[in-house]
T-cell receptor, first 112, second 113 residues
Framework: GAVVSQHPSRVICKSGTSVKIECRSL??????MFWYRQFPKQSLMLMAT?????????EQGVEKDKFLINHASLTLSTLTVTSAHPEDSSFYIC????????FGPGTRLLVL | EDKVVQSPLSLVVHEGDTVTLNCSYE??????LLWYKQEKKAPTFLFML????IEKKSGRLSSILDKKELSSILNITATQTGDSAIYLC?????????????FGQGTILTVHP
């Protein structure tokens, strides 16, 4: 199957700082990528759709100024959690849009 | 509103047992239904079912889509401890929502030796 990577796999930061997470499609070009968030013991919730060369589309309730998404190339999308707070602590996962979606390994964010 | 419901929410079995996980959906524009297995990291793809491919099988795992009943099942035969995981069902809508997966709550499967 297709390979999607994420970096970093784990990050701990202080409240108020910004954190950038990278999502890369390694063996195919992805014009669209998706960002999900998963809280403990819950399912995945779609946050936004990342479109190469254009603005991301955010799901209802997701603050676009807090979760900045940039899809600058066909193989890279980034999610920046700005001014992170403890409630932003979660597991963030990206996927690349193919008919069969493949997920990156995820990034565990802990905000102290 | 599109919805995916999985049952049971959790299941505990012993090695060698056969399990059936259920997924029902209510969607306005169905394109495909996908099954994923999630252990400690992100979900790994198992199957995709569409109108033209309603039954899939891989080793001890198999899945069937019932478009009439708007449901799908995932069967695992001769379970092993390595099958312990969360199993997620998701549908992929068509049209302008193509690619955006809506997930069910997941079924936590625990297989004891």
């Amino acid at each position: 199957g297709a390979v999607v990577s994420q970096h970093p796999s784990r990050v701990i930061c202080k409240s108020g700082t910004s954190v950038k997470i990278e999502c890369r499609s390694l063996d195919f070009q992805a014009t669209t990528m998706f960002w999900y968030r998963q809280f403990p013991k819950q399912s995945l919730m779609l946050m936004a759709t990342s479109n190469e060369g254009s603005k991301a589309t955010y799901e209802q309730g997701v603050e676009k100024d807090k979760f900045l998404i940039n899809h600058a190339s066909l193989t890279l999308s980034t999610l920046t959690v700005t001014s992170a707070h403890p409630e932003d602590s979660s597991f963030y996962i990206c996927s690349a849009s193919m008919e069969t979606q493949y997920f990156g390994p995820g990034t565990r964010l802990l905000v102290l | 509103e599109d919805k995916v419901v999985q049952s049971p929410l959790s299941l505990v079995v012993h090695e060698g047992d056969t399990v059936t996980l259920n997924c029902s959906y209510e969607v306005t524009n169905f394109r495909s239904l996908l099954w994923y297995k999630q252990e400690k990291k992100a979900p790994t793809f198992l199957f995709m079912l569409t109108s033209s491919g309603i039954e899939k099988k891989s080793g001890r795992l198999s899945s069937i889509l019932d478009k009439k009943e708007l449901s799908s099942i995932l069967n695992i035969t001769a379970t092993q401890t390595g099958d312990s995981a969360i199993y997620l069902c998701a549908f992929n809508a068509g049209g302008t929502s193509y690619g955006k997966l809506t997930f069910g709550q997941g079924t936590i499967l625990t297989v004891h030796p």
